[in-house]
């Protein structure tokens, strides 16, 4: 079946520094991209999203571009502060698999000042 | 709109016992699920429903049943409460199903400890 598998965490950086975190997918179909971010305590938020082959999502200040050559939907920002700290969840639907979302395992990351 | 809401925050259960998990949203979503967050594994769906009255199976189902009787609720019921099913529980809920893109807002969790 659909699965989704992101690089393990913890992930620790400084502030300013260069953010990236590895999701790859496997699946049937076509699905969407998704990445979605849980602040401690909080339910998850959704942060962007693609919806078809080399779409780019983007929101604050964070970028995902789909790739399907590689199945790849690798989450980057080129300055973190210390605000993103959180835990980063890649995900898929898949229209194929009655469009259920199919989550990684998550990335927790730490922004130190 | 006060968006989805989960109650109680907290539950201490034993070995046995039932309980329902309150879910509720204002947004008119026709799509509600249910999921539940364990160390290292993501979030797993539990169950799901496409409008009132009309709910499906998850990946792990067994142990919990839902109803849909009105758009705004979508409880789940715990029927013998287990150790395994210790966990976090989130409701989400949306416009459509997320294979059309929608967005899925969830509620804050439902944290379950069962001794």
């Known amino acids: 079946g659909d699965s989704v598998t992101q690089m393990e965490g913890p992930v620790t950086l400084s502030e300013e520094a260069f953010l990236t975190i590895n999701c790859t997918y496997t699946a049937t179909g076509y699905p969407s991209l998704f990445w979605y971010v849980q602040y401690p305590g909080e339910g998850l938020q959704l942060l962007l999203k693609?919806?078809?082959?080399?779409d780019k999502g983007s929101n604050k200040g964070f970028e995902a571009t789909y790739r399907k050559e590689t199945t790849s939907f690798h989450l980057e920002k080129g300055s973190v502060q210390v605000s993103d700290s959180a835990v980063y969840f890649c995900?898929?639907?898949?229209?194929?698999?009655?469009?259920?979302?199919?989550f990684g395992q998550g990335t927790e990351l730490s922004v130190k000042p | 709109n006060a968006g989805v809401t989960q109650t109680p925050k907290f539950q201490v259960l034993k070995t046995g016992q039932s309980m329902t998990l309150q879910c509720a949203q204002d947004?008119?979503?026709?799509?509600m699920s249910w999921y539940r967050q364990d160390p290292g594994m993501g979030l797993r769906l539990i169950h799901y429903s496409v409008g009132a009255g009309i709910t499906d199976q998850g990946e792990v189902p067994n142990g919990y049943n839902v109803s849909r009787s009105t758009t705004e609720d979508f409880p789940l019921r715990l029927l013998s409460a287990a150790p395994s099913q210790t966990s976090v529980y989130f409701c989400a809920s949306s416009y459509g199903s997320p294979s059309g893109s929608y967005e899925q807002y969830f509620g804050p969790g439902t944290r379950l400890t069962v001794t």
């Open positions: 947004m008119n979503h026709e799509y």
């Open positions: 693609a919806t078809k082959a080399d």
């Open positions: 995900a898929l639907s898949d229209y194929n698999q009655g469009g259920k979302l199919i």
